[in-house]
């Protein structure tokens, strides 16, 4: 895995790059360029939408994709938002929306086309392998940095990004299939794979992160409800310097912990289970591989958590790139060694299908997914929105806890979606203008 992410990042010629700016750079021009475009301060001049570096092929697609007349959610069948994306350099907060998260009626929506995809859910017991050997292997590493390999700086910092920092990202992926249940036949043999995986990190994420992920999924976007959304000091401060979104990047691992606090609840009884069972590993750690070896285990997370490739779906998965869509897929080729982590519209639409059956979802239903704008480069997800004065910490979408519940209520009917499901709500939407 890790050889394929450093591989990627040693032998790209810079395609990724904005087209003004030639390949053939001799590496200190480059770097300059680098370094002005993210100190640059930008005159004032007529404001130009931030170029997205998405596609989509919805042109492709739009006669397979089901209609009717008739349908309550205007939103129908994509569910894509009339909304606009937000723009630190005009606007001073997120983009609202007034519905609900739209993956509840995407799935009602393609299961009625496409009932087949309820066959792919379930667990991959693939999981836990490859849990224990992702575990066993960054200890061992530590080991390696903290009782053998004792002489070296630089070597331990480039080890620590290319691969510590690469396993570290696999660990996000991980932990997020198991608070899925997607690792394990049972809840509880879930729980004990995500404390395996948290081995490795030497801070206790694991059942933190299942308890705010799990609302994440519920609330999507629900300002005061989704701990994913940026704090006000997040979009106060940062906007759209490019400068400072690449420092913002650098510390995201820190905004794991910051959020989560901001959310002021009163610990689990498995997060203080987690608490107790990383501490106990990290003494471990200590005791066979040294201080040195959990400095190495700290600064894996920090890399493989902030400015990395493997890092770059947190920035994918819900910054608007576009108007009106606020989740997106990443199809590239780091899915393979990130166990399709960036499908994330498909696993959003359906949190019952484990990493390894994701791509068969969009096989299933390409009119749903094709035409809907996607990523295929991570390296370009983040170059996008750090040199795009256009994109910042804000560029996500919000919706009120009353927007969310009030557009909610329609899902009771579309479970029953039979021929006449839509014609029924429209029905009562009518007879409530009437009245």
């Known amino acids: 895995m890790s050889t394929c992410t450093t591989c990627l990042l040693l032998s790209l010629p810079l395609p990724f790059l904005p087209s003004s700016l030639p390949s053939s750079l001799p ?11 993210l100190l640059l301060i930008r005159p004032s001049s007529p404001i130009m939408s931030a170029s997205s570096p998405t596609v989509n092929q919805r042109e492709q697609y739009k006669d397979q994709l089901p209609s009717d007349p008739k349908a309550l959610d205007n939103r129908f069948p994509l569910y894509l938002g009339d909304w606009k994306k937000s723009d630190p350099r005009v606007d001073d907060d997120l983009a609202m929306d007034d519905m609900d998260e739209p993956h509840m009626k995407r799935k ?6 496409h009932p087949e995809i309820e066959k792919l859910y379930g667990h991959d017991s ?3 392998l490859v849990t224990i050997a992702a575990a066993a292997a960054q200890v061992y590493f530590a080991y390696l940095f903290g009782r053998v390999w004792t002489d070296t700086i630089w070597g331990f910092l480039v080890f620590a990004y290319a691969v510590g920092g690469s396993i570290t990202a696999l660990y996000g992926v991980l932990i997020h299939e198991a608070t899925h249940n997607h690792a394990a036949p049972t809840v509880f043999l879930n729980k004990l794979v995500g404390l395996t995986a948290n081995i490795g990190i030497p801070v206790p994420i694991y059942a933190s992160f299942r308890r705010y992920h799990l609302e994440h999924h519920t609330y999507q976007g629900v300002t005061g409800m989704d701990p994913d959304l940026p704090l006000e000091w997040e979009k106060k401060m940062i906007r759209g310097n490019a400068a400072l979104k690449l420092l913002w990047l650098f510390i995201y691992p820190l905004m794991y912990v910051v959020r989560g606090a901001a959310m002021q609840k009163t610990p689990s009884t498995w997060e203080i289970y987690n608490i107790i069972f990383t501490v106990c590993s990290d003494a471990l750690v200590v005791r066979f591989c040294g201080w040195r070896g959990l400095l190495y285990l700290f600064v894996s997370l920090w890399f493989g958590y902030g400015l990395h490739p493997g890092a770059a779906h947190f920035i994918q998965e819900h910054y608007t790139f576009d108007d009106g869509q606020e989740t997106y897929s990443y199809y590239g080729i780091l899915n393979k060694p990130y166990m399709n982590i960036g499908l994330h519209m498909e696993h959003h639409d359906f949190t019952k299908v484990a990493w390894s059956r994701l791509p068969e979802v969009r096989a299933m239903a390409p009119e749903f997914y094709d035409s809907m704008a996607y990523h295929t480069s991570w390296l370009l997800v983040h170059w996008k929105f750090i040199t795009e004065p256009g994109y910042g910490p804000q560029s996500r979408l919000g919706r009120s806890m009353e927007d969310h519940k009030a557009a909610r209520k ?3 009917k579309l479970r029953r979606a039979d021929e006449h499901a839509y014609e029924e709500m429209a029905l009562d939407v009518q007879k409530e203008k009437d009245e």
């Open 27 to 37: 590496p200190f021009l480059l770097s300059s360029h680098l370094l002005s475009s």
């Open 126 to 128: 693939r999981t836990t």
């Open 108 to 113: 009602l929506a393609i299961l009625k086309k």
């Open 410 to 412: 329609q899902v009771g």
